[in-house]
Every structure is written in structure tokens, then in C-alpha cells.
């Protein structure tokens, strides 16, 4: 019986004993290392230079995958997509042409599924185990660009490039070895829960006024527009509120709300631009009010994201305003300005194909959804033809991508 050894095929003769006993020991980052099994000769390789596109899947999608991969039901008519779609997707990240971050909305909406685990393991298994920044923390950044233009009184500057909401580096070719910690997180999934059926009533009370007021698109634009001050206030003060609870779950929240966090960040701003601290809670507002604000991505992305849905609400449609509606507003608005392509849920893709949405907005992103999925599946091939010759040489011989 041939013993283990960690290197492995396909074996070459090494150059210092002769043995064809040299294999591949480790791969990732931007090193190859192969190693002799016998005495231990060892070689470092430097890797081609590769430049991944970044791909955003909405939770349905890793949902499909994840029932591709274990065996679950794939809904009916989509069996072959889905199918496909993983084999595609999966073939792509291994040969170093994509990466498919996960992100904090995906982190919550898998902590309330039923196998939270499982899914978990294969969305970081399937996309590469890169994630993206929080989107209160991308919101953060970009409410801090806004700070700077307006203390300096000059045009909004943001760095939209795709690695500034990146947690990893995104053009280290994957490892060969993939390590997953099983983290079990079902202990946040009642308050996640909670949380999401009150921003789902707070939506249907919206929804409510908006079917009986009819207002027009432009008119909820400029209230969503112009929301930012007293929306920021009123979080505020709900926090402050909660910070006297006695119950310890309750306090720790609201001292590490997004809003918290971003008063205390721009307070610090203010300091170091020599702004007296009797004035730097009047400074915050000021910026919070400011034209150059509502310039932000998030910001006005959402707002007409929020101006669209009335539309289709006053219009009568019923079924829009969902429990997962908000969470993809969320996901759009942060991402869409730096990602490369985004897969979306089909009404997500058709408000962002109407006017004014698609002539007044500007971004990275291409969109894609169940209704264009030949498109995606095109998009897909495109970038695997154009995978360099060296990249595909050494994604072979690593993971056996052929």
C-alpha cells in the first residue's frame, strides 16, 4: 500500500533525486508550491496575474445552488438553469474569472433558513469564500465622502472602484484547500425574524398611504430625497431610548446600531477638523441636510428604488411590497455602484429598467434576473472564453478545471 503524502499528481521528476515524486504541495494567493515527497526539494512558482469580475447572486440564487448541490428540490421549469448555472458559476471561480461575495443581508436571510448551516457552508464553498462590506458599513464610507465635500465646500469625490467594498483581495488565486468553520448562528434567528416582520409592517403601513394618498413618482422621490435628516434624527433617538433597557441584548444593539456608529464616526470628524464640540451635533445635521448627501449612491439609489415601488403600488399592484423587498432594496443601493454584475429577483430588475430609474441612475453593475437568464448564461460563457491561456494551464492543473 503506497503511503499518504500531502503532495500530489501530477508527479514530475525531481531535479535533485531523480524521483518522479515531485508533486503540487499547496496552491493560493500568488504562489504554486511543489515539493518532492521523497527528499523534500521544494519550488515556489509565482502564479499568473488574474483579474476577477465580481458577481452578486441574490439569496435565491444560492438557494438554488445550495439545492443543486445537496440534492433538494430545484423548482419546477428551472431544474436545467439551476443545473447549469452551477457548473457554469462553479467552473468559472476555478478558473480564477469570478468571484461571488457574500454580504450581511445573505448572512442574515440564511441565519432564519433551515438548514442556516449548511447553506452558509456552500455559498462560501460555491463563490469563492470572499465577502463583501457590510452595507451600513459602505454607507458609512460613503456618508463620510460627503462630510469631506461638505466641510471643504467642494464637489462629492467617491472611489467606486469594486475592491473598496471587498473584505478580501480579490485577484489572490483561490486555495486548494478549503476551510469551513460551522458557526451556528441560530441564536440571533428570533431577532432577526423580529426585525424583519416590523420593517415589513412599517413598508405595508407605507404602502397603505401610498395606495390611498396616489402620489406621483416625482413627489416621492423628493420626500425620499429630502428624508435624510429627520430619518437619521428620529434612528437616533430611537437608539438613545433604547440604550437605557435593562435587557443586555437590547443596550448592545442600540450602542452598535449603523446610526450610533455614523454619529460617532462624523463627531470624530468634526473634532479633527477643529470644529468646537458644542457645534459638531449641529455640523452632523448640516451634512445630514446637505445637497451633497443626497448625492450618495445609497442614498439616491433607494430613494428611487422607494419612489418606483409607489408607482407600481399606486398602479395597483399588490404583491411588490414582500418581506424580502427591503433587503434587496439594501443590496442594491450599496452594491450595484461598484459590483460588476448583480442576479436579482425579477422585479427588482424591472424597476431599475424603467424610467427615470434607468436614465437618472448610473452604475458599475449589470443587471440580471430570472427573465434574462440567457443573457446571464451569455455573460457567463463570454468570460470563460476570454480566460487567458496560462490562467487555464495552471486552473487545470490545480483544481482540475478542465
Known amino acids: 500500500m503506497k503511503s499518504f503524502t500531502w503532495e500530489r499528481a501530477p508527479f514530475s521528476v525531481c531535479v535533485v533525486c531523480k524521483n518522479k515524486t515531485f508533486g503540487l504541495l499547496r496552491a493560493g494567493g500568488h504562489t504554486l508550491t511543489m515539493r518532492c515527497s521523497s527528499c523534500r526539494h521544494t519550488e515556489n512558482i509565482a502564479l499568473p496575474p488574474v483579474d476577477k469580475k465580481v458577481i452578486y447572486l441574490d439569496q435565491f440564487v444560492f438557494s438554488l445552488l445550495f439545492n443543486v448541490v445537496s440534492g433538494g428540490r430545484l423548482p419546477v421549469g428551472h ?10 458559476l462553479r467552473r468559472l471561480v476555478l478558473l480564477q474569472q469570478i468571484i461571488l461575495p457574500h454580504s450581511d443581508i445573505h448572512r442574515d436571510e440564511t441565519t432564519v433558513f433551515h438548514s442556516a448551516m449548511e447553506l452558509r457552508e456552500a455559498y462560501e464553498f460555491i463563490g469563492g469564500d470572499v465577502s463583501l462590506s457590510d452595507t451600513s458599513t459602505i454607507e458609512l464610507k460613503q456618508a463620510l465622502d460627503a462630510a469631506d465635500a461638505y466641510l471643504n465646500g467642494t464637489p462629492l469625490s467617491l472611489n467606486l472602484s469594486v475592491d473598496e467594498v471587498l473584505e478580501s483581495k480579490r485577484n489572490e488565486w483561490l486555495s486548494d484547500m478549503h476551510i469551513s468553520v460551522r458557526s451556528d448562528y441560530s441564536q440571533f434567528a428570533d431577532g432577526l425574524r423580529k426585525m424583519r416582520d416590523e420593517a415589513h409592517g412599517e413598508m405595508e403601513k407605507l404602502a397603505a398611504r ?10 416621492v422621490l423628493k420626500v425620499e430625497l429630502d428624508a435624510v435628516l429627520a430619518g437619521k434624527v428620529g434612528a437616533l433617538a430611537a437608539t438613545e431610548k433604547k440604550k437605557s433597557s435593562a435587557d443586555p441584548d437590547v443596550f448592545f444593539n442600540a450602542v452598535n446600531s449603523p446610526i450610533q456608529r455614523e454619529v460617532r464616526t462624523l463627531l470624530n470628524v468634526m473634532r479633527k477638523a477643529g470644529i468646537p464640540h458644542y457645534e459638531a451635533g449641529q455640523k452632523v445635521r448640516e451634512v445630514w441636510a446637505s445637497e451633497v448627501y443626497k448625492q450618495l449612491p445609497h442614498h439616491r439609489i433607494s430613494a428611487y428604488l422607494f ?13 411588490i411590497v414582500n418581506k424580502g423587498m427591503i433587503n434587496d432594496i439594501r443590496a442594491i443601493s450599496a452594491y450595484v455602484p461598484y459590483l460588476d454584475a448583480m442576479f436579482v429577483d425579477k422585479t427588482s430588475a424591472q424597476l431599475l429598467q424603467e424610467r427615470p430609474l434607468s436614465k437618472d441612475l448610473k452604475y458599475r453593475a449589470r443587471i440580471f434576473s430570472l427573465a434574462d437568464r440567457g443573457d446571464f448564461m451569455a455573460y457567463l460563457e463570454e468570460l470563460e472564453t476570454n480566460t487567458p491561456p496560462d490562467v487555464r494551464e495552471m486552473a487545470s492543473r490545480i483544481y482540475g478545471v478542465t
Request: proline share 3%; net charge neutral.
Open 79 to 88: 431544474e436545467a438553469f439551476a443545473t447549469e448555472l452551477h457548473e457554469r
Open 307 to 319: 419612489a418606483a415601488t409607489a408607482r407600481r403600488v399606486v398602479g395597483g399592484q399588490k404583491t
Open 210 to 219: 401610498w395606495a390611498a394618498e396616489k402620489p406621483n413618482f416625482d413627489g
